[in-house]
């Protein structure tokens, strides 16, 4: 019997023809393709620009290196997340600042990232965690207009804050990032995109992501106009999604509703079943906001069941269901101990969600025999 993995894609017939159309033509590093996905991606979110990128950190770099900020500012975000939403503010220079959680969101709070701003706070990193989306207007009010926002929607693609708008209109932000791995909402293969509102900040996002380079004579600084002639401008990277990988994101983008509602059903069916457990509490979904559920999080206690995570997952797996752990709070990484002198204790909601914490299997192409066989695991576990 095959393991049910914490998460997985979906590809069908028609990602495969799409993809195939792009091998079989003349063109298959970034191109017409990647243009048409970044509109598509605009006209999701409402945002007015987008550049899609190779992954998601890397959309997190070039975010954070196109506010071309200070060495040695601080940069704030969430201990609970994945690294990567902590690494783009060391790349730049800045050092990065971890705040704590909502106990019952996972998110970071404004009273959290308030405890942390300082005179030297250039940007905050807010994280839509497992889809759920981050308090990012009410941040914007506590951190005033100088500061600036990066959205971190990795897991939040699809998901709709309180007042109806779409995560990724960067409406209190400056720029949002998504991620399109295959444990994602929808996948790429690798891929990820910033969106922005900001003409000033998309054009730079454009040359950082081929080099710093731009090959536009309305752009030169040189006066040089010959065929072959191009001028490197900033520092940049090669971070160029392919039409290839486009393809692929755009046919799956088709069908982004259809993923999260199918995530919603087995959300509803969890919650149904493990809602008298003893011992396990399932994810809180905010009033009025639209999760599209990236990940399915319970706390358990798993000592009040005389168990150990360890020792739950291994009994998971022998009844055939993966599970993962998202996150180990960044500041336990022996890296950011050792660089910015951070301790255990340090971030304590964050710690004590740790300790509880379990990412059941979620993904739209599960069945409902799938859906039962968790069901039935995870309940005669937790009796
Ligand atoms: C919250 C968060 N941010 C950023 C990333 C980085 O995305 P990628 O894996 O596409 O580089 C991830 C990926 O796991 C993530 O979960």
């Known amino acids: 019997m095959k393991t049910i993995p914490y998460g997985c894609q979906w590809i069908d017939g028609k990602d495969i023809r799409a993809v195939s159309r792009v091998l079989k033509g003349e063109l298959i590093t970034q191109g017409p393709v990647a243009e048409q996905l970044e509109r598509q991606l605009c006209r999701i979110t409402g945002a007015k620009y987008c550049v899609v990128l190779a992954n998601g950190t890397a959309a997190l770099h070039l975010a954070v290196a196109a506010l071309d900020l200070e060495k040695g500012c601080e940069g704030i975000t969430s201990t609970n997340t994945f690294v990567a939403s902590a690494n783009a503010i060391a790349y730049s220079g800045l050092t990065p600042v971890l705040a704590d959680i909502d106990p019952d969101t996972f998110n970071v709070t404004p009273e959290s990232v308030k405890n942390k701003l300082s005179r030297l706070t250039r940007v905050v990193i807010p994280v839509h965690f497992a889809g759920q989306p981050a308090p990012v207007k009410d941040i914007r009010k506590v951190v005033g207009d100088k500061i600036k926002i990066i959205e971190d929607a990795a897991h939040a693609i699809g998901s709709v804050d309180a007042d109806g708008t779409p995560v990724g209109a ?49 752009e030169f600084v040189s006066p040089f106009d010959d065929p072959w002639y191009y001028e490197m401008q900033y520092l940049g990277f090669n971070y160029r999604l392919t039409d290839i990988h486009s393809a692929l994101g755009l046919s799956q983008l088709s069908k982004l509703s259809r993923f999260i509602k199918r995530r919603r059903e087995i959300v509803a069916k969890y919650n149904r079943a493990f809602r008298d457990l003893p011992h396990l509490k399932t994810p809180l979904e905010r009033p009025n906001v639209f999760s599209a559920f990236h990940l399915y999080v319970v706390q358990i206690d798993f000592k009040a069941l005389n168990s150990s995570r360890k020792q739950f997952v291994s009994e998971l797996f022998k009844k055939n269901v993966g599970s993962q752990v998202h996150y180990i709070p960044v500041h336990w990484h022996p890296y950011y101990a050792r660089t910015y002198g951070f301790k255990r204790g340090d971030l304590p909601v964050s710690e004590a969600y740790y300790a509880k914490a379990l990412s059941l299997p979620l993904y739209p192409k599960m069945t409902n025999a799938d859906v039962a066989q968790v069901i039935r695991a995870v309940s005669s576990l937790c009796k």
């Open 170 to 218: 960067c409406k209190w932000s400056d720029m949002t990032i998504f991620s399109f791995h295959p444990v994602k909402t929808i996948t790429s293969g690798e891929g990820g995109a910033i969106t922005t509102n900001s003409r000033e900040l998309y054009e730079r996002l454009r040359v950082l992501r081929v080099g710093g380079i731009t090959r536009n004579p309305r």
